[in-house]
């Protein structure tokens, strides 16, 4: 199996342009997960899915973040308008129903200049 | 809400030395504990997890870790470091089913010769 796949690796934009972000989880796997990774915050939740459904956006910081999971093999997230406050690395993570690990993608690398 | 401390942000050990990384948690029940390697520029690999049953686990690239309720703890060790061992460690918890984690900062291990 190819893994969590994700695009792009790197994003360069500049304040204001739109930004969207992609994940391909693995196949048969019903749960995805966005994660930010900051430098001051750590590892954080941003939002995941269940069977293509929104379980939790609680993570999602403001309007400005949006994601969609139209089939089970495709994710996007959605910055718009950026900020340089959004750089980071976003992460996507997979899992099958009932089992408890999740598998991470390589990350995308955001700079808002 | 649950929480991970790693108290040690950056840790610095000799080839061949013995490492200990620590991982302390705050969760109500028992807690699905894990830990996870970043080296630069990718993303997070699994290297053990406990549930239930043996308090100490064993995981991959010789690293084991020790759950410890009273101490609330989930320390990681390994009797050698290598050199390849360099890289950023994250300890997770999160409940059980297929929800999302909770990460500590990190700690990054540096090794030197």
């Known amino acids: 199996d190819a893994g969590v796949i994700q695009s792009p690796r790197h994003e360069v934009t500049e304040m204001g342009q739109e930004v969207t972000l992609r994940c391909k989880p693995i196949?048969?796997?019903?749960?995805l997960f966005w994660y930010r990774q900051t430098m001051m915050r750590g590892l954080e939740l941003l939002i995941y899915f269940n069977n293509n459904v929104p379980i939790d956006d609680s993570g999602m910081p403001e309007d400005r973040f949006s994601a969609k999971m139209p089939n089970a093999s495709f994710s996007t997230l959605k910055i718009q308008p950026s900020e340089p406050r959004d750089s980071a690395v976003y992460f996507c993570?997979?899992?099958?129903?009932?089992?408890?690990?999740?598998?991470f993608g390589p990350g995308t690398r955001l700079t808002v200049l | 809400a649950q929480s991970v401390t790693q108290p040690d942000i950056h840790i610095t050990v000799s080839e061949g030395a013995s490492l200990e990384l620590r991982c302390n948690y705050s969760y109500g029940a028992t807690p699905y504990l894990f830990w996870y390697v970043q080296s630069p520029g990718q993303g997070l690999q699994l290297l053990l997890k406990?549930?239930?049953?043996?308090?100490l686990v064993q995981g991959i690239k010789g690293f084991e870790a020790e759950f410890k309720r009273s101490q609330s703890s989930f320390n990681l060790r390994k009797p050698s470091v290598h050199w390849s061992d360099a890289a950023e460690y994250f300890c997770?918890?999160?409940?059980?089913?297929?929800?999302?984690?909770?990460f500590g900062k990190g700690t990054r291990l540096s090794v030197i010769a």
């Open positions: 196949s048969g796997h019903d749960y």
């Open positions: 997770a918890v999160r409940n059980s089913g297929n929800t999302p984690l909770v």
């Open positions: 406990y549930f239930s049953g043996d308090t």
């Open positions: 993570a997979s899992s099958p129903l009932g089992v408890d690990t999740q598998y």
